[in-house]
T-cell receptor
């Protein structure tokens, strides 16, 4: 079954603290994974994808096939990082399966 | 950057009426657009894939006669909710797939349409 699991609905941290948003997937093929972010009252936008191996706004995510995970990390959270974060799996031809999302709240 | 618009942003209709939602790619051509549905505090669920010039493909459990999709041009896809009922009330989001030579395939999302059926 194709599935994306984000176990935390809400993650609350203080500014400057490290952040890790968890994402696990279930997929029989070679996975292509993404993190999307939705800031308050804004549309969903791509944050990063695993094939690019990039760092966007200080966030990184490494695909771990052994653990079937694609956790999103940032060493020092900022207040402007507060948003809803969705992990997504490309199941073919860019058809995305989304996780249920994690709301990140960064307090001053 | 690539922008996707949706119209209307919000619609309220009576039960039994049909509602059309438009999804436009403003500055790029999209051979493929996707329609998602999002219930409150839940994730996005893919409803169907809209392909320019051909029939849409629907995900399992989505009634194609209920949710009519038309992708008549490379910049416009429409979703029509026919004979809407209160259970169709939801947030509908479209995305457009930008495919350009030498650029990684990327999906851009619209702002969504809130449908409320009374």
């Amino acid at each position: 079954a194709q599935r994306v699991t984000q176990p935390e609905k809400l993650l609350s941290v203080f500014k400057g603290a490290p952040v890790e948003l968890k994402c696990n997937y279930s997929y029989s093929g070679s996975p292509e994974l993404f993190w999307y972010v939705q800031y308050s009252r804004q549309r969903l936008q791509l944050l990063l994808r695993h094939i690019s191996r990039e760092s966007i706004k200080g966030f990184t995510a490494d695909l771990n096939k052994g653990e079937t995970s694609f956790h999103l990390k940032k060493p020092f959270a900022q207040e402007e990082d507060s948003a809803m974060y969705y992990c997504a799996l490309n199941t073919g031809f860019q058809k995305l399966v989304f996780g249920t999302g994690t709301r990140l709240l960064v307090s001053p | 950057g690539a922008v996707v618009s949706q119209h209307p942003s919000r619609v309220i209709c009576k039960s039994g009426t049909s509602v059309k939602i438009e999804c436009r790619s403003l500055d790029f051509q999209a051979t493929t657009m996707f329609w998602y549905r999002q219930f409150p505090k839940q994730s996005l669920m893919l409803m169907a894939t809209s392909n320019e010039g051909s029939k849409a493909t629907y995900e399992q459990g989505v009634e194609k006669d209920k949710f009519l999709i038309n992708h008549a041009s490379l910049t416009l896809s429409t979703l029509t909710v026919t004979s809407a009922h209160p259970e169709d009330s939801s947030f509908y989001i479209c995305s457009a797939r930008a495919v350009r030579t030498g650029v990684t395939d990327t999906q851009y999302f619209g702002p969504g349409t809130r449908l409320t059926v009374l």
